[in-house]
């Protein structure tokens, strides 16, 4: 199957700081996805990038699908206390495919 | 507030009970899917619905039974579940062509006592 890890775990940062998080894979997708989740609240999408290179913004938001479509990585700037939650990369594996995989998840703290 | 609705929020039940989850979106999304989320965990994929068809069962014991009835609405039938069954239970939709995004419901807390 495929592999997929998602870096960093957790981050403790201090408000105002920026962050950055990625994904990678030995497999090729063609679809990236970004998901944010708050505690007892369901995936909420942030970001959605399907060519290879795309670097898509969100307000602080930005993600880019990695050039050889296995890899992608998401950064907040200037972070405040609504961005704590865990973010989830959520890769699409091939035209035809309903099957969304999610990475393992970055636990975000901010620290005001 | 998110378009997909799912309802109970929580729900616990015994080994021995049968109960239902259940979905619903007015999005006109085509798709629609099951997930399980354990604490700590991301989602894991149980179900997929295309077009009110099952298009993915992801191996999913028999005591987790779903049905689509129509394509706004989404069930999660539950029978003779185990402890181990308890986690976040996700409704989501998607437009139903490939490689569109989903979007979740708030998902059903289930407790199997």
């Known amino acids: 199957g495929q592999q997929l890890n998602q870096s960093p775990q957790s981050m403790f940062i201090q408000e105002g700081e920026d962050v950055s998080m990625n994904c990678t894979s030995s497999?090729?997708?063609?679809?990236w996805l970004w998901y944010k989740q708050d505690p007892g609240e369901g995936p909420v999408l942030l970001i959605a990038?399907?060519?290879?290179?795309e670097l898509t913004s969100n307000g602080r938001l930005t993600a880019q699908f990695g050039i050889t479509r296995k890899d992608s990585f998401l950064n907040i700037s200037a972070s405040i206390p609504s961005d704590v939650g865990i973010y989830f990369c959520?890769?699409?594996?091939?035209?035809?495919?309903?099957?969304?995989?999610f990475g393992k998840g970055t636990k975000l703290s901010v620290i005001p | 507030d998110t378009e997909v609705t799912q309802t109970p929020k929580h729900l616990v039940m015994g080994m021995t009970n049968k109960k239902s989850l259940k979905c619903e979106q007015h999005?006109?999304?085509?798709?629609m899917y099951w997930y399980k989320q354990k604490a700590k965990k991301p989602p894991e994929l149980m179900f997929v619905?295309?077009?009110?068809?099952?298009?993915i069962n992801e191996s999913v014991p028999s005591r987790f039974s779903p049905e689509c009835p129509n394509s706004s609405l989404l069930n999660l039938h539950l029978h003779a579940l185990q402890p181990e069954d308890s986690a976040l239970y996700l409704c989501?939709?998607?437009?139903?062509?490939?490689?569109?995004?989903?979007?979740f419901g708030n998902g059903t807390r289930l407790t199997v006592t």
């Open positions: 497999s090729i997708f063609n679809t």
């Open positions: 959520a890769p699409y594996s091939g035209a035809g495919s309903y099957q969304l995989t």
């Open positions: 619905y295309s077009y009110e068809k099952l298009s």
């Open positions: 989501a939709s998607s437009e139903g062509n490939h490689n569109s995004p989903l979007h």
């Open positions: 999005m006109g999304h085509r798709a």
């Open positions: 990038l399907y060519k290879a290179g």
